[in-house]
């Protein structure tokens, strides 16, 4: 199978205003009503929330959910028909609701619950490392975590850039230890928690019965799933990788090498802000990147109207 693969971003792509075109051509109001219903002013972070607003997790992955199933709609009304897709932690939710495997209302009470959860996150941080190996910053990683202070590679965006998460005391010591080892660059991140580390179990635990109460159907074509680090085919595989997916690091490197190999030709970024098309064109030597970010832009790709 070769075609288009959709990709979709993950927390920290999230900005103000991101659905107000979406929200003003009345697009996926379903969704609005079931984050309302479940307590979420999705209509006002959608809309008018801040910056601030919406770096909350309760607030970002509603809004992020929202946005990426409405361009995969548009794109869908318009005649596209995807052969892949993926997404970057949250965004997997909107790939699985691409894909058939997980109803588009399902997967916002879903996230929903997964958002309160990871709310409630223990004590943690994480950073950003740019330009230093991954092998070597596992291996930095490694001695922190062994000398009491846990610290470990929680995100494999690309060949160059890495995120590491733990305990601050944790990333704070990896932090000074990669800039010494050459690392052109590290990024403190503005999170509410050490995610994809082994300190998310609490949070882990608490989803474990949403994922568990979510049907989960066979996908209508192959999925990324990042905490895999590969493409799958069946809800078995799809489920298995939302159970551990909080806890997992984010294998995002390999994911899109193995959506590649499967065949993906053109990689359609669909969110706000461009997150993953720089990430892809690190992974891939001159991959076919789209970013498609409003109502137009998703009518002028599904129409073939490409700059």
Known sequence: MKGDALVFPGQGAQAPGMGREFVGRGCSLDLIE??????????????????????????AQPALFYTGVAIFRLLSAGGLVPSFAAGHSLGEYCALVAAGAIAPEAGMRLVIRRARAMAGAPPGTMAAVLGLAPQVLESICAEVS???SLCVLANDNSPQQQVVSGSAAGVEEVSRRAREAGARRVVPLQVGGAFHSPLMAGPAALFAPAIAETEIAEPSFPVGVGALGRVVSSAVEIRRGLEVQLQSPVLWTATVRALEAAGALRFLEC???????????RVLEAPDV??????????????????
Not at 271 to 281: V, Y
Not at 290 to 307: F, I, N
């Open 271 to 281: 969110g706000a802000g461009a997150t993953l098309g720089p990430l892809i064109k």
């Open 290 to 307: 789209v970013q498609v970010d409003s109502p137009q832009r998703a009518a002028e790709v599904a129409e073939g109207m490409l700059p």
């Open 146 to 148: 062994a000398s009491g």
């Open 34 to 59: 079931v984050a309302e219903a479940e307590g979420v002013p999705l209509r006002w972070l959608l809309l008018d929330a801040g910056a601030e607003d919406l770096r909350q997790t309760e607030a």
